[in-house]
Each structure stands twice: as structure tokens, then as C-alpha cells.
């Protein structure tokens, strides 16, 4: 079966969002450039700023000379030897700057410029936590300071201790100076991305690009956080008009996913891609991220043409692109297309997944027998992985072969004891050929696994709802005393289960009992609609017709193939004296199609969501950049 199968990609290790906005924080002061003396007047400029011309100029060795000089004469002076510090740190003399900051910090123990220039020197050299403990001493004895809180905010975050970053960089107020304010709210967008709030990053990338509103860096960067958080509208306003001046790959892919995601006009995005300007290894990427873009989003045939022109410019020597291009011509529906593509690649070699994927195309080509042929074989070729064994066992389900499927899903539950989604299967299985006891048997072994999702009490209870010789005592007492974290589902169908239990039994006084508990899962679960239309069953059965009236017009709007509902809507209608509206639903009632078998809707609904519901097989790994441009 093709249900439940996605592609994979490697992650390339581009730097994420975080590290892109920590990298982007100075941590040393930039110092004004300026005009290295020469004239007279120039040597009045201070010592400190004639050092730093020197420095700059090239002349490291007689900028140390003039400050050292300067220091002979006035030791304690703090700006001549913190300007000696910076110069040797500048200059890769790490030993020499640190005792130059240590002993200007010794000679002044509470200046916050001490204090401040040995941090920055520490974060400069990566010992942050070195950093750390001088800027949290410093704050100690500053605790209003703001730079030494942003500071040490900036060094928390670099040692990934983000819940303190955050804590301090709360108590800081965004600075007036433009360039300063940036910084802060980059820094703050940071340390939200690391304590993974990926909407709180994009709020402050959004206050840094408000203060440069045409900064197109920052732009994208606001873009990429709005994806990474979800905020589409938000990232395709930013992302939109930056591709539309300076269109690139980067750019142009994330504004294909921000209008996918909003359900825009993508097709003119897909032609501008396609038509860049790029080198082959470049244009070949740009297709293949594309492609897996379109997939996600179930474009299958935008996709398939991706991967064509990927294949294209590999001159066709990739197995793993024909894999991916006969799965997206599978989703796109071209069957005949997927066939030939597969064949051509099962020339090559064979695998599970191509074996598996053969099934799934076989299947839709209508030719049942070669489909489970072909499944038979992915799990001859890969006896361990459970999946191939659920896809034979649910084809065999879908196509009415019960005890093949029984065997198969006996045999895969010795091999994968701790599997719920097998044990749904061989309840399933079960089932069908009238098992009920080991059916139900079945099931509440896979609820015990799996309790949580309280997905086989959903299979028990619609199973036994089906059972044509009604629920059995010990279904319904594990259903009623399932004590899974999914309430709703338990409550509805311990309702539906004593609701057709009292039905069969002609127990209306029971039913009565049983309607409170109906109306609470109809209001747990508004859009469940086997809640929904138990109620107005057992209200049209007990005669409450207006009450009745209100649930079953809910129910045939949930179900308008279903024969029995509109049946008894028309009964309700014709009790209130609505004489035309009953005529509509009995025509209704016929015309409904009333040929479903419930039990093949049960085994496609087991297809379908044991695996997934997904369009598309399980895709290989192409090994490729992902699609995802904060990585």
C-alpha cells in the first residue's frame, strides 16, 4: 500500500537561524579609523589616540612604544593601558593583552570599562566562561549597568545558556542609537531561537529590520525566522519583493514555500527558478529542493518535472532520482508513467523499496495479484523492517484476502511483539473472518502498546459497532475503562457501543441511560461524526424527535452517503409532520450508496492511516542541501 511514506534528506550543515544572528553580533567595539600625524599640530593629539593611528597605520611596534612610555610616566593611567591591551589583542599577542586588562582592572577594581574590556577580551578569544565570570562580577557591583548585562547576555548565549541570556536581556532597554539597537534586538532574537521560541526570534528580527526597513540583509534574515516559525504571510511579505529585486536560488526557494503555504500563485516562482542563471551543479541543486518543496505541498507533477530536468542534467545515472521520480509520477496519478520509470530502474538493481513501491503502482493499475506479488517480495528482501510486512498485510486486507492476511500479520507480530500497528492489523484480520474474541483480543493487545493515541479502541470500537451479532461484553468493558489520555475517543465509543448493545436488545429505558453520555462525546468531539449520529439515532429511538431533528441534520451533512441516516431523518420528519422534507430524505435514502461495505471502509481506513495518508511511497535519501534555507 502507498500510504504513510516521505522523503528524506540529509541536512548539509549550513549554520542554523541562531548561530546566522549570533554571527552576526560584533563583540569587539569597531574603532573610528583616522588620519595617521603629520604635522606639528598632530603631535598635540592625545597619546591613546596617536597609538591607535599608529596601530592602524601598520606601526604596531611604536604604538606599544609610545603607550609604554606614557605608562612609565603615569602608571595608573586606565585609557593609555586599556589601549595598550586592545593594541596587543588586536595584533594576536593574547598573553600580553590579558595581563595588560588584568592589571588595569587591579589598579581600578570598580571601573565597569576594566571590567567591560577584559569581558569583551575573553568573549574575543572564545574563553567565555571566563567572559561570564568577569561580567557577572562586574554586575555585582553595577547591577544598572546596561552594556555589562547586554554583554554578558551576548557571552550567555554563546555558551548556550539561553534561559539566562534571556533573563538578562529582558532587563536591558533597547538603546536609541540605531546601529546599538539592531545589535540588541539580533541578540534577543537569538537567544529566543536557542530556547527554541522560533516566533519570538521572528518578533525581534522584525524590530531590528523596523529600525532599517530597507536593510535587504536583515530582510531576508526576518524572512528566514518568519519560515522557521511558521509566520508564512509575515515571510512572504519580506521575502516577495527582495526576490523580485535581486532573484536567487536561496531566495526564490523560500518564497516557493511561503507560497505554497499560503496557497498562493506558485507557478510564476517555478518559471523564474527554473530560468536562473546558474552553473549545472547549481541549476541541478535549486531542482532538487524544489522538488522536495512541491512534493510536501502534494504537487506532484510540478515536482516530477523537477526531478526530470534533475535527471536531465545527470544524464539519467542516479537510481536514487528515478526512485523519487517514479514516486512523484505516482502521486501526480500517471501510473502507466511510474511503471515505466521503475522498470527502468529494477533493470538496474532491486530493493524493498522498489519492490514496495512496485505493489503500490501495481495496485492502482488494477492488477491486485502482481501488487502482492510484489509486496511478498520487499519483504523477502528486507524480512526485519516492519513496514513492508504492514503494506502486504493491508493490501491483502483492502482486497478481501482475510486469512493470507491473518498469516501475515501473525507472523509479523512474533517478529515485532511491541508493535501496535501490527496488532491493529491482525485484529483487523481477525475480525473479517469472524474471530471475534481473538479479534478483540488483538486489539486491546495493541492498545496496551499504545494507549495514548487510543487509536485500537477507535478499530475495536468501529469493528464491534459492525459486528453483525452486536458488541461483545468484553469489548465494551475495555473501551469504557480505557483510561488513555484520548478522552473523547473513549467516551464516544463506549457511548456508540452501549447505545447498539441496548438497540439490539430493544433496551430503550438503557438507551435513555445512555444519551447524557452521547451528548458529552458529541460535545468533546463536534466534528466526530459516529458521535454525532449515534446521538440523533438514539434520540430519533427514544422519540425525542426535535432534539432528534437538530443531531441527524448535523449527521447526514457528516455522512451524506449514508443510507441509514437519511432513513432515519426522513422518520423524524415524517413524526413532526414534515411531509415534503420526509418524501427528500427517503429519495435521498435511495439514491445513497447504499452498496458500501463497511468493512472495507474499516480496512481502508487502517491503509490509510497506519500508514499515514500520504500521496506519495516512501522517497530515498537524495543526500542533498535541504529545502530549508535556515539550516
Request: glycine share 6%; hydrophobic share 40%.
Given at each position: 500500500m502507498g500510504y504513510g511514506k516521505n522523503w528524506m534528506f540529509i541536512n548539509d550543515g549550513r549554520p542554523s537561524v541562531r548561530k546566522l544572528l549570533l554571527a552576526a553580533i560584533p563583540i569587539l567595539a569597531a574603532i573610528t579609523a583616522v588620519v595617521f600625524p603629520s604635522s606639528a599640530e598632530d603631535l598635540q593629539i592625545p597619546v591613546t589616540v596617536r597609538a591607535n593611528q599608529l596601530a592602524r597605520a601598520g606601526h604596531p611596534d611604536e604604538a606599544v612604544r609610545l603607550l609604554l612610555d606614557a605608562l612609565a610616566a603615569h602608571p595608573a593611567d586606565l585609557e593609555?593601558?586599556?589601549?595598550?591591551?586592545?593594541?596587543?589583542?588586536?595584533?594576536?599577542?593574547s598573553d600580553r593583552a590579558e595581563a595588560e586588562f588584568r592589571k588595569a582592572l587591579r589598579q581600578h577594581p570598580a571601573s565597569p570599562a576594566a571590567e567591560m574590556a577584559l569581558g569583551r577580551f575573553y568573549a574575543g578569544v572564545g574563553s567565555w566562561d571566563a567572559a561570564e565570570q568577569v561580567l557577572d562580577d562586574a554586575l555585582h557591583l553595577h547591577p544598572q549597568l546596561s552594556d555589562l548585562r547586554e554583554q554578558l547576555a551576548l557571552v550567555l548565549a554563546r555558551e548556550h545558556k539561553y534561559?539566562?541570556?534571556?533573563?538578562?536581556?529582558?532587563?536591558?532597554?533597547?538603546?536609541?542609537?540605531?546601529?546599538?539597537?539592531?545589535?540588541?534586538?539580533?541578540?534577543?532574537?537569538?537567544?529566543?531561537?536557542?530556547?527554541?521560541?522560533?516566533?519570538?526570534?521572528?518578533?525581534?528580527?522584525e524590530k531590528a529590520l523596523q529600525v532599517t526597513p530597507h536593510d535587504e540583509q536583515l530582510q531576508?534574515?526576518?524572512?528566514?525566522?518568519?519560515?522557521?516559525?511558521?509566520?508564512w504571510k509575515a515571510c512572504?511579505?519580506?521575502?516577495?519583493p527582495l526576490y523580485n529585486t535581486h532573484p536567487g536560488a536561496e531566495s526564490g526557494l523560500l518564497l516557493l514555500r511561503a507560497q505554497l503555504a499560503t496557497h498562493g500563485e506558485f507557478e510564476t516562482t517555478i518559471r523564474s527558478l527554473r530560468a536562473l542563471n546558474l552553473p549545472a551543479d547549481q541549476k541541478f541543486e535549486v531542482r532538487i529542493r524544489s522538488a522536495e518543496t512541491l512534493a510536501a505541498a502534494e504537487k506532484h507533477l510540478e515536482a516530477a518535472e523537477d526531478l526530470a530536468e534533475a535527471l536531465r542534467i545527470k544524464d539519467g545515472?542516479?537510481?536514487?532520482?528515478?526512485?523519487?521520480?517514479?514516486?512523484?509520477?505516482?502521486?501526480?496519478?500517471?501510473?502507466?508513467?511510474?511503471?515505466?520509470?521503475?522498470?527502468?530502474?529494477?533493470?538496474?538493481?532491486?530493493?524493498a523499496e522498489i519492490e514496495d513501491l512496485s505493489g503500490d503502482i501495481e495496485e492502482q493499475r488494477g492488477d491486485f495479484s502482481a501488487a502482492v506479488h510484489s509486496h511478498e517480495k520487499a519483504v523477502l528482501l528486507a524480512p526485519q523492517e516492519e513496514r513492508y510486512r504492514l503494506s502486504l498485510g493491508a493490501e491483502l486486507l483492502e482486497y478481501q484476502a482475510y486469512a493470507p492476511a491473518v498469516s501475515v500479520f501473525q507472523q509479523a507480530s512474533e517478529l515485532f511483539p511491541n508493535s501496535a500497528r501490527i496488532f491493529v492489523g491482525l485484529g483487523m484480520a481477525d475480525y473479517f473472518l469472524e474471530k471475534y474474541d481473538e479479534s478483540v483480543s488483538a486489539f486491546l493487545r495493541a492498545d496496551k502498546l499504545d494507549g495514548e493515541s487510543g487509536r485500537a479502541i477507535g478499530?475495536?470500537?468501529?469493528?464491534?459497532?459492525?459486528?453483525?451479532?452486536?458488541?461483545?461484553?468484553?469489548?465494551?468493558?475495555?473501551?469504557?475503562?480505557?483510561?488513555?489520555?484520548?478522552?473523547?475517543?473513549?467516551?464516544?465509543w463506549c457511548g456508540v457501543l452501549l447505545f447498539r448493545k441496548a438497540y439490539l436488545e430493544g433496551n430503550q429505558a438503557a438507551a435513555l441511560d445512555i444519551i447524557p453520555q452521547l451528548r458529552a462525546a458529541a460535545k468533546l468531539a463536534p466534528n466526530n461524526s459516529v458521535a454525532i449520529c449515534s446521538l440523533g439515532r438514539a434520540l430519533e429511538w427514544t422519540e425525542q424527535l426535535t432534539d432528534a431533528r437538530h443531531w441527524l441534520e448535523i449527521c447526514v451533512r457528516m455522512r451524506p452517503n449514508s443510507a441509514e441516516d437519511h432513513y432515519r431523518l426522513s422518520r423524524v420528519y415524517r413524526g413532526l409532520g414534515l411531509t415534503k422534507a420526509a418524501a427528500e430524505q427517503l429519495d435521498l435514502t435511495d439514491k445513497s450508496n447504499t452498496g458500501n461495505d463497511p468493512r472495507q471502509d474499516i480496512a481502508k481506513k487502517f491503509a490509510r492511516e497506519m500508514f499515514g495518508q500520504s500521496v506519495s511511497p516512501t522517497k530515498l535519501q537524495l543526500g542533498g542541501p535541504s529545502t530549508d534555507p535556515t539550516n
Open positions: 593609555k593601558r586599556l589601549a595598550l591591551a586592545e593594541i596587543y589583542a588586536k595584533n594576536m599577542q534561559k539566562e541570556a534571556a533573563d538578562n536581556i529582558r532587563l536591558v532597554p533597547p538603546p536609541a542609537d540605531p546601529s546599538e539597537r539592531i545589535q540588541y534586538f539580533r541578540l534577543a532574537a537569538s537567544i529566543h531561537s536557542g530556547l527554541g521560541d522560533s516566533h519570538g526570534a521572528a518578533h525581534f528580527v531576508l534574515l526576518a524572512a528566514v525566522t518568519e519560515a522557521e516559525a511558521g509566520e512572504l511579505k519580506n521575502i516577495a545515472a542516479d537510481d536514487t532520482l528515478l526512485y523519487n521520480l517514479a514516486v512523484e509520477q505516482y502521486g501526480a496519478g500517471q501510473f502507466d508513467k511510474a511503471f515505466a520509470t521503475l522498470d527502468s530502474l529494477r533493470a538496474q538493481n532491486t530493493s478499530y475495536l470500537g468501529a469493528t464491534q459497532l459492525e459486528s453483525p451479532t452486536g458488541p461483545t461484553p468484553a469489548a465494551v468493558q475495555a473501551v469504557c475503562a480505557h483510561a488513555g489520555s484520548n478522552r473523547a475517543k473513549s467516551l464516544t
